[in-house]
């Protein structure tokens, strides 16, 4: 059983840091393509970074563009997102997302997800 557990959330303030950090078990983590998802009170889940298997390709949607970063370690099964000035449109709840199989990294959407994570909260405040 495929199992994805997300930590590094939390409250911080404009302009500050976190990383998130998702373990994943019952897989073979070099195997699959992750990414991070993101839903905020009232709004759709939308797309934030992914990252294929050998961390050779990466993509990010444009508002976090410069200021996240995606990577994994294969060996710990475990990928991260680096996020630095941050912003009160970044609070949201974050869920890591696996896709199986060969994937298009730059092609991303709620529909390509095979497993979610429970989701972890980041609060940014003004």
């Known amino acids: 059983q495929v199992h994805l557990r997300e930590s590094g959330g939390g409250l911080v303030n404009t302009g500050g840091s976190l990383r998130l950090s998702c373990v994943a078990s019952?897989?073979?983590?070099?195997?699959?393509?992750m990414g991070w998802f993101r839903q905020a009170p009232g709004k759709d889940r939308e797309f934030v970074a992914g990252?294929?298997?050998?961390?050779?390709?990466?993509s990010y949607a444009d508002s976090v563009k410069g200021r996240f970063s995606i990577f994994r370690d294969n060996s710990q099964n475990t990928e991260y997102l680096q996020m630095n000035n941050l912003n009160s449109e970044d609070t949201a709840t974050y869920f890591c997302?696996?896709?199986?199989?060969?994937?298009?990294?730059?092609?991303?959407?709620?529909?390509?997800?095979?497993?979610w994570g429970n989701g972890i909260m980041v609060i940014v405040s003004s």
């Open positions: 997302a696996v896709r199986l199989g060969p994937v298009d990294v730059a092609k991303w959407s709620v529909s390509f997800v095979d497993y």
């Open positions: 990252i294929n298997w050998n961390a050779e390709k990466t």
């Open positions: 019952g897989i073979v983590s070099s195997t699959i393509a």
